[in-house]
């Protein structure tokens, strides 16, 4: 970096207000050369913002440190240094020549995802598409809510077809960064070149496309790429947080479409699940995690695969800090912050409202002793929750639910247990449920 | 004698991790400068009250940054004067992005559509964030579910307060770096009878700078009285 403009830098520092000059003046980057300093921002916001409240000040201390031998100027751009990093994805897959990035994330694959019954089928169906593509399920659309694994096992397909075709022509990208890019070319005049980019590649992967929810151009322009891909038997893989017929402000010829393939859901994991995804999250970051621990923090974030990842990123850090070995009062201890939060978000009262919110029933119902069918099996989900959700006794559960013996807790349990196996719309019910409460 | 009118000197503008008293937040810090370098976790989201210094540690890892030659952006977002979204396009590129304040675009449509965007890109490139926030993030009120199920999956961190043992550390190493000798009575005076809040704490220091100099005395327990009649808000 120019010694020139570092000396600028520690005068401006004593006259600038600490954040300004952390968000304004610090990030600037320096190129100098020829008796010229060209300070570089990372945007045309930073570069206006700096030419109008800043740069009268660092052109003047330029010119006292440089007696007037250097000038100055801002431009937009960065500079190219060593420690730049290159995206994950193109630096796994090193391309060949003229080969375009695919922006797979190779880490992902489907022998590190954790199977459970809340997303079995959906990684059987990925796995299938992956060995027959373009001929199984096309368009294949996986959908549920945020952070339950729809990302992983895209990338898992990808990485799949890259390992049994390494030049397969694959690209994964985010629904905004399409949105983005053809924003880029209609502003460029580019827009040919666009539809061809994406209307050649064997497999389009595209992540969350609720966002394209209210961008009829987008919308359009998809729905020709959409049409062209599967019209040349390309496969199209999808995700979304919901079932597309669900979206508001999304076309309805594009809603059928995406229904065309296989839409598989991906519920949020049971207790068994979650432990299983600790235990191996911990495995790969080579770190000892026992069944019980893992079983104590998938009870107490039962939330979504991200959260407890968080949890567990806590728990290894502490105990590395600390060189303790995790046990669970380690790891009460160190998630002692996240559990309390979760006890204030997930408690029996919050689930008796949720619960009866959803069957339009009072929440006094659900404490009553009515036993008509309408009411006592949303009372036997709701003690199901608790059961899972929090960490209450069975006594404690079946007294908050009009003092209940904590055998009827228990029958309760088993029999949304069996109902969820055998009946779809217990099944459904149960898992919107726990959706909501887990978010 | 001819009272000396000092320079206006500002201390406070040489965030670093040197100038913060860690007390019992060691792993925290050590965690964030693993992180400025670019090294550790690729993310990290720390939390707790005003006042504790999270901005002082956020643009400490800037200048971390800076001395490792990596790019870097702190981003205040004050709720009062809140910059347009479009401060971040580009932003994906720098390798240290740092987040004070992220309370204060919660429910703002446009804010979380934005941050979730250069969060994508930003995580893609692999490069490193640091947010700070009053509450942990699954008990932010972000109505976008993606952004927040992301801002739940690094590593999740609480700035701990100072007991007053620690305030008293901290409060002369303060008055150190501004070259002011306080003797552990007067710090303790200062905490017994002056406010416990930090930041004002700091913005009393700096009076007590000002008159030292002025006055061209030692920052005793009868000058500290003066001032504080001077400040009956104190």
Not at chain 1, 88 to 104: E, G, M, Q
Not at chain 1, 120 to 141: D, F, R
Not at chain 2, 46 to 56: C, N
Request: hydrophobic residues 40%; charged residues 25%; contains cysteine.
């Amino acid at each position: 970096m120019s010694s020139l403009w570092n000396t600028c830098l520690s005068i401006l520092e004593d006259e600038i207000s600490s954040s300004d000059f952390s968000t304004w003046i610090r990030p600037l980057q320096a190129e100098e050369e020829n008796n010229q300093i060209k300070l570089l921002a990372p945007n045309r916001f930073v570069l206006d913002w700096v030419k109008e409240h800043h740069f009268s000040k660092i052109e003047q201390t330029v010119q006292q440190f440089s007696k007037g031998d250097y000038s100055i100027s801002l431009a937009i751009g960065s500079k190219k240094n060593n420690t730049e990093v290159i995206p994950l994805a193109v630096k796994r897959n090193t391309p060949t020549k003229n080969k375009r990035p695919n922006f797979i994330n190779l880490a992902f694959t489907f022998e590190n995802f954790v199977e459970g019954k809340s997303n079995q089928l959906a990684k059987a169906a990925s796995i299938q598409v992956s060995e027959n593509v373009g001929k199984t399920y096309n368009p294949l659309l996986i959908y549920g809510g945020s952070g339950l694994g729809k990302t992983h096992l895209m990338h898992a397909i990808g990485t799949a077809i890259l390992k049994k075709k390494p030049s397969a022509n694959i690209i994964y990208l985010h629904s905004e960064k399409f949105v983005q890019d053809m924003v880029k070319a209609l502003q460029q005049n580019s827009i040919n070149s666009f539809k061809e980019y994406y209307r050649t590649v064997d497999t389009l992967l595209i992540d969350d496309i609720q966002f394209f929810a209210g961008k009829e151009r987008s919308q359009e322009e998809f729905f020709h790429t959409f049409n062209n891909l599967l019209e040349k038997k390309h496969q199209v893989i999808l995700t979304c947080d919901k079932y597309p017929k669900e979206i508001e402000g999304l076309e309805d010829r594009l809603k059928s479409r995406f229904g065309w393939g296989l839409p598989v859901a991906i519920e949020p994991p049971d207790l068994e699940t979650r432990a299983a995804i600790l235990m191996k999250k911990a495995m790969q970051a080579n770190v000892e995690l026992s069944q019980e621990v893992a079983f104590f923090i998938g009870k107490r974030i039962p939330s979504n695969v991200r959260d407890l990842e968080g949890a567990l990123r806590r728990v290894i850090a502490n105990s590395q800090f600390t060189g303790k070995p995790i046990t669970i009062d380690f790891t009460k201890e160190a998630l002692h912050d996240l559990i309390s939060l979760q006890d204030k978000l997930v408690n029996i009262e919050n689930i008796q409202k949720t619960v009866s919110e959803y069957f339009k029933i009072r929440n006094s119902d659900l404490v009553s002793k009515n036993r008509k069918q309408s009411i006592v099996r949303p009372r036997q989900i709701a003690m199901c929750l608790a059961r899972e959700l929090t960490s209450h006794s069975l006594p404690e559960i079946g007294d908050a639910f009009g003092g209940r013996e904590h055998t009827t807790v228990i029958n309760a349990c088993k029999r949304i247990k069996d109902l969820r196996d055998s009946d779809i719309k217990v099944q459904e019910d149960y898992a919107n449920l726990l959706r909501t409460l887990s978010l | 004698m001819a009272i000396q009118h000092p320079l206006q000197f500002d201390y406070g503008n040489h965030y670093n991790f040197s100038t913060f008293y860690a007390g019992n937040n060691q792993e925290l810090i050590q965690q964030l400068q693993k992180n400025a370098s670019g090294k550790g976790e690729q993310q990290i989201f720390f939390w707790g009250s005003q006042g504790l210094g999270k901005s002082h540690l956020l643009q400490a890892c800037c200048f971390e940054a800076h001395l490792k030659q990596r790019s870097n952006f702190y981003l205040l977002l004050e709720s009062e004067a809140l910059p347009d979204p479009d401060i971040l396009l580009g932003l994906e590129k720098t390798q240290l992005v740092c987040i004070d304040n992220i309370d204060n675009i919660t429910g703002n449509q446009e804010w979380e559509y934005a941050l979730f965007r250069f969060y994508n890109l930003h995580q893609e490139l692999q490069n490193h964030l640091i947010i700070s926030s009053s509450s942990p993030a699954n008990a932010l009120n972000i109505s976008l579910p993606d952004l927040k199920t992301r801002l739940g999956w690094g590593l999740n961190m609480k700035i701990n307060s100072l007991n007053d043992e620690q305030r008293i550390a901290a409060l002369t190493m303060k008055a150190q770096t501004m070259g002011l000798e306080l003797t552990p009575r007067t710090a303790n005076y200062l905490l017994t009878r002056c406010v416990r809040d930090l930041p004002l704490l700091w913005e009393f220091l700096n009076k007590i700078d000002h008159a030292t100099l002025a006055a061209q005395r030692k920052p005793t327990i009868p000058l500290i009285k003066e001032i504080l009649q001077q400040n009956q808000s104190l």
